[in-house]
């Protein structure tokens, strides 16, 4: 039954990136990999064929998401998420927890509302209860009243299908003082203790269907000691990877480094290790070294729909690395969105025909910009990893970033 | 030059209905056909790949919102339509009449508006104001000025380089007085010769182009001795093809069959007629089978993406041919949106998946809902088309309408 696993092939000399594999019941996922986001059971715009054919080996569904919608009976009735969407190739689901938190938390702060409103009279989306059991939440959907325990996101999880679970965590508000953030994450390792053993018993119960693994969340917001006690205390769990949470609330770049640089030397090498939530472009070099093996991001994809295209060749007077197509300068381009790339829009279309479809609002628009920022991050990914291969990883990287 | 041809390849012997070709620069189109509208430059959500996949030979773009987005100076930048889009196929262009007229007609009365205000303070869409040479119009955008005349109708297809131009035609509003229409026919026909003159110099001015066509455009409203007189003037001129116009903007699906049954007898028979708007699931018979050989429509595509879906097993408490994927009763559904149909959606994908994505609006619902009703219609299209050609035409008629 146990198809879950991870193999280091290669270790870069000049860094702690290393290139390598987590095989899965439902395929091989080389890494480092960049994981789109999914968050309706979708990957916004895009066929499982077009994200095979870009280079996507898997990507994260949100729990609290599918939970909602289609919701559980759902799921079950379809035999989980994979023949849901009809996605043959591996996925993770994440625990519903920074959904939870984030949706129903308003400007970053946890509002604790002791409403005496009725359901329906409450603000969508506008109460968090925490309590040391689990969380109340409201849908954003309709205001419907939920609550998540560390047991029901393991349950909600085997009931996706997903090959990789997440545990349930809470992931503190940015900025927090050290006292309420070791508070989050006491009651964080509590819950990951929880939710280890009931995906024991959820092993067994389900020991007919595949292989389904666990990654344990190390919080701690922006101090170190919380951080490495949380590395150390997540890496003791019986767990079958690490994910590293709460660096993309609001934390600037230079924090989210930190964090990586005080938590993987300390996680042990032979499990895959996740980054939750960062994947901008100037990340991924950055998190590749720090030893990340996987890290999800809703930017990529995002940006696209918003008609922010990724570009190597990017105009000198605009972001590195991106520019935004529906500057009215690119109405007559004739050229691609970027010359070096191969994918399916920069193969058939001009920055033009792209400015147009944003500018009038066409669906089109914003399926082929997504497919190139997919693929411009996936290629980019691939270059990285070959340069770690024939070990020139530093040349490449100065090369990539000054050009 | 010439390469546009059209040939009847054979005739049904219980109807009207006939099988053609008609060759272009771009490409044949088997007929009888239906034309998805591309209004703004794109079949909205689909790629001119899976146009093709689906057996789209033709698609018509609206020269007013071409005219008005991506405009004029982007088009002759990139060479007309085919290479903006990158469709290699045959196109058909309108005349940009209709769109003046339904666009700037509040609840189907002309406003004839001798305002005092300014351009920026008018209503936008708010002006149409016809007189004998042309119409000026407001644009739905930004509410600026315009001007169409049927020498511009003609100079602007010629730059979009469409295979099939329209003649630029007044589309009378319904309902109109015997009066009201006759004024409206009368301009139809004046601007008619004109646009043959102009067409007539632009062949000539554009002799190393590829070749393209002239379709006049019957009308007449509802009124029999018109049409007939419209139908016998139209083929008099020296055209390429005969539309026949205004019979989409408010008559009943009867006086549209009956519009048909009074010009077409009229029309020479060595010349494609294209039947301008209209299309939907119970019409297809009755145009095709009163000599109709192409026709557009928005609603197939436009339907799709209200989530109402074609089926050939349509559930029995709906309107026939169809139903709506949004409603609750799909939820769980793990059949395809019709189990007769091949199109990739139905391959891959299952109503319950179909209505997650409509109830959660996700982008990839509308492209699969789109993808479905072109196979569908097109599908249909073809076992017409095989069922004339075997000589049973009536009997896979009354199979269809009573299955």
């Known amino acids: 039954m146990n198809k879950f696993r991870f193999a280091v092939i290669l270790e870069d000399k000049s860094s702690l990136a290393r290139l390598g594999e987590i095989h899965t019941s439902h395929g091989t996922i080389q890494t480092p990999a960049f994981v789109p986001v999914g968050t309706q059971a979708t990957v916004k715009s895009l066929t499982p064929e077009e994200l095979s054919t870009l280079g996507v080996e898997i990507f994260i569904v949100n729990t609290y998401h599918a939970y909602l919608r289609p919701g559980m009976e759902v799921i079950k009735k379809f035999g989980g998420l994979h023949k849901f969407m009809n996605w043959s190739g591996p996925l993770i689901t994440d625990s519903g927890g920074f959904q939870v938190f984030s949706l129903g938390r308003k400007n970053h702060q946890i509002e604790v509302i002791k409403s005496k409103l009725s359901v329906n009279e409450r603000p969508v989306g506008d109460l968090v ?7 109340t939440f409201t849908s954003h959907w309709d205001g419907s009243l939920h609550r998540f325990t560390p047991e029901l996101a393991m349950q909600l999880q085997w009931q996706l299908g997903s090959d990789i679970h997440i545990a349930f965590d809470e992931c503190a ?3 927090s003082t050290h006292e309420n953030a070791k ?22 119960t389900n020991y007919n269907r ?11 917001g922006i101090y170190r000691d919380l951080r490495e006690q949380s590395a150390d205390y997540i890496s003791s769990l019986d767990i079958d990877g ?25 996680l042990p090498d032979d499990k895959p290790r996740h980054l939750l939530g960062v994947g901008e472009i100037d990340d991924i070099f950055e998190v590749i070294e720090r030893g990340v093996d996987t890290f999800d991001c809703v930017q990529p994809t995002r940006l696209a729909r918003m008609g922010i295209l990724f570009c190597s060749n990017y105009p000198k007077n605009t972001k590195k690395y991106q520019f935004d197509i ?36 066409e669906l089109l628009g914003y399926r082929l910009a997504t497919i190139h920022n997919l693929q411009f991050i996936n290629q980019l990914l691939k ?4 340069s770690i291969q024939s070990g020139n990883y530093q040349d490449f990287k100065r090369n990539f970033l000054n050009a």
Request: charged share 25%.
């Open 326 to 361: 529906a500057r009215k300068i690119y109405a007559d381009a004739v050229e691609p969105i970027d010359k070096n790339c191969s994918c399916y829009t920069c193969t058939h279309f001009s920055r033009g025909y792209i400015h147009h479809l944003f500018r009038v609002r």
């Open 129 to 135: 209860k925490i309590d040391a059991d689990g969380v």
């Open 183 to 204: 508070e989050a994450l006491n009651r964080t390792h509590a819950w990951a203790r929880r939710c280890v053993v009931e995906n024991h018993k959820l092993r067994i």
């Open 173 to 175: 508000p940015y900025p």
């Open 210 to 220: 595949t292989f389904q693994a666990l990654y344990g969340v190390v919080q701690g």
């Open 242 to 266: 690490i994910a590293i949470g709460g660096v993309s609330v609001g934390e600037s770049k230079q924090e989210m480094r930190d964090v990586c640089d005080w938590v993987i030397p300390r």
């Open 383 to 386: 270059s990285i990893s070959r």
